[in-house]
């Protein structure tokens, strides 16, 4: 495994990490406690030490697998995590970026992942007002004093404006960025990857496989028909130009015999901004299989962003 500081921190982030939206029941199928602690226990093995989670991955459903997953071995792990949300039925949030909801959610989060303190807390995907609110962050310094938290991140999307919440990310303590970005995701390397470089601050990417579309198992005219598998709800349309896209990176971009989802973490490792991927994953088998993108980045210059 290959390790990068997290921007300014402390923390040496191993380049795969492991993003845990899937243990929420929201991808398909539901997760056991044995099947989250199997992918854990084996990710540590493989040298992973970054874990994304967030409060709403079902009703702190996630935190709370990942939490039972770390007991005896929490000092192996960077435990991330966000608040801004709680989880309301499938694919449906309540909005909670008051600093009195927050810090109770901080509370629950806390007994979820089975910790005295948070190493990475994030700004959930909100908007720019619930961003702009002095008394929230002001709380959160506090609870960083308290040592409840280590370090305050922002996950910034399109509810809101990433290039302001990426300026104002110091201002308000932050010193990590978590973003979309991947193979069919590039509109980063206009603005936002650029200032966190200028910025030094730590750049997670998230959504690495593009929803699972970058895996290469999907063929053109494959359809998400599971009720509960959140890529059922995506526009069929946009899905079939996605695919169509993957299927001609994978016979002009990827090297014959090298399997696409490593290939595509791997591209995204390539950015100097970029200090860990995250990949959701559902089974042992994919994590060793994205562990194993690791080898890519290390060659010189195999993979040529284009
Ligand atoms: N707003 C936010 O802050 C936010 C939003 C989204 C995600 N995230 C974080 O980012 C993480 C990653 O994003 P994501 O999970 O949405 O998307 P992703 O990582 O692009 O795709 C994950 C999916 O790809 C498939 N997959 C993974 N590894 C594979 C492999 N080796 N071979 C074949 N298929 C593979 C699995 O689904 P199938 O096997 O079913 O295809 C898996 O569920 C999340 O888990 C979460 O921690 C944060």
Redesign the pocket.
Known sequence: MEYRRLGSSEMRVSVIGL????FGGE??RAFTAAEAAAIMARAQELGINFV???ECYGDHLSESLVGQALVGRRDAWYVAT?FGHRYAGHMQRDLLFSPREVQDQLEASLVALHTGAIDLY?F??GSDAQFDNDDLWTMLRKQVEAGKIRHLGV?V?SKGDPAHQIQRARDVGATVI?IVY?RLERGPEARSLPACQALDLGVLA???????FL?G?YRLGETFTAPNDLRSGFPPEDIQQKLAEVQRIAESEVPPGVPM?AWALAWCLQHPAVACV?????DVM?LE??AGATNLVDKAHPLAIT
């Open positions: 993003g845990t939206w899937q991808w398909g994304d989670t967030a966000k994030q959930h995907s996950s999307s978590q991947n998230r959504v690495p496989l593009a929803s699972g895996s198992k989802a995250i990949p959701g994953c559902k994919q299989l994205n």
